[in-house]
T-cell receptor
C-alpha cells in the first residue's frame, strides 16, 4: 500500500501558484519523497525528489516539513498544461531494486 | 538523447492469447521496471530487471514474465490473457549507480476482448 495521503482533487487558476500537499507520517529515515505527474494517457513524468531540505528545479519546488511527516509540491505559475494527476511517493534512495508504490494521487485542474 | 521508448503503442488481443510488449531504456540506463495501470488507478509494480535477471517482483501471477537483453532493453510477456489484463503497461528505466530515479516511457495500451 502507498505510504502517502493526498487530496483527491484540487483546482488552480492559471498563473497562480499551485500548492499540492502530501502526508507521509510513517516515512523512514532513509526514504526520500518523490513527485511524479501523469498527463492523461501518458507515462508518469518525474518532477522532483528530496530528503529533508527544500529542493527546487526548473519545474517545481518541494518543501518538506522539519519532522518530514508532510511535504508540499509548489508549481509557482501554473499553466493549463500543468493539468494532470500528481503522485507523491516515498521510497528509499540509492537502494537497489526498490519499486515505486503509487497511490491515487491528486488530480490538479488548472483553469483560465 | 532519446528517452524511454515502448512498442507497440496500442494492442488489441482476445482472451487466452499471449502478448509481448517491448521497452528500450533511456540512454545510459541499465535497469528496467514494468508497471500495470488499470483505468482510474495508479500504476502497480510488476517486476524489475537488472543484469538480465528479475530482481524484484510485485503481486502478479506467473502469467506475467519478462526478459532483459544484453543491450538493457526488455520485454514483458503475458500468457493466457484475461479481460482484466486490459490496462496501460508502463516501462521505466533507471541507472543502478545514481539514485535510481525512474523515468517512464509513454506506455502500451492493451485491450483484451
Amino acid at each position: 500500500d502507498a505510504k502517502t495521503t493526498q487530496p483527491p482533487s484540487m483546482d488552480c487558476a492559471e498563473g497562480r501558484a499551485a500548492n499540492l500537499p502530501c502526508n507521509h507520517s510513517t516515512i523512514s529515515g532513509n526514504e526520500y519523497v518523490y513527485w511524479y505527474r501523469q498527463i492523461h494517457s501518458q507515462g508518469p513524468q518525474y518532477i522532483i525528489h528530496g530528503l529533508k531540505n527544500n529542493e527546487t528545479n526548473e519545474m517545481a519546488s518541494l518543501i518538506i516539513t522539519e519532522d518530514r511527516k508532510s511535504s508540499t509540491l509548489i508549481l509557482p505559475h501554473a499553466t493549463l498544461r500543468d493539468t494532470a494527476v500528481y503522485y507523491c511517493i516515498v521510497r528509499p534512495h540509492n537502494q537497489a531494486g526498490t519499486a515505486l508504490i503509487f497511490g491515487k494521487g491528486t488530480t490538479l485542474s488548472v483553469s483560465s | 538523447d532519446a528517452g524511454v521508448t515502448q512498442s507497440p503503442t496500442h494492442l488489441i488481443k482476445t482472451r487466452g492469447q499471449q502478448v509481448t510488449l517491448r521497452c528500450s531504456p533511456k540512454s545510459g540506463h541499465d535497469t528496467v521496471s514494468w508497471y500495470q495501470q488499470a483505468l482510474g488507478q495508479g500504476p502497480q509494480f510488476i517486476f524489475q530487471y537488472y543484469e538480465e535477471e528479475e530482481r524484484q517482483r510485485g503481486n502478479f501471477p506467473d502469467r506475467f514474465s519478462g526478459h532483459q537483453f544484453p543491450n538493457y532493453s526488455s520485454e514483458l510477456n503475458v500468457n493466457a490473457l484475461l479481460l482484466g489484463d486490459s490496462a496501460l503497461y508502463l516501462c521505466a528505466s533507471s541507472f543502478e549507480g545514481v539514485g535510481e530515479t525512474q523515468y517512464f516511457g509513454p506506455g502500451t495500451r492493451l485491450l483484451v476482448l
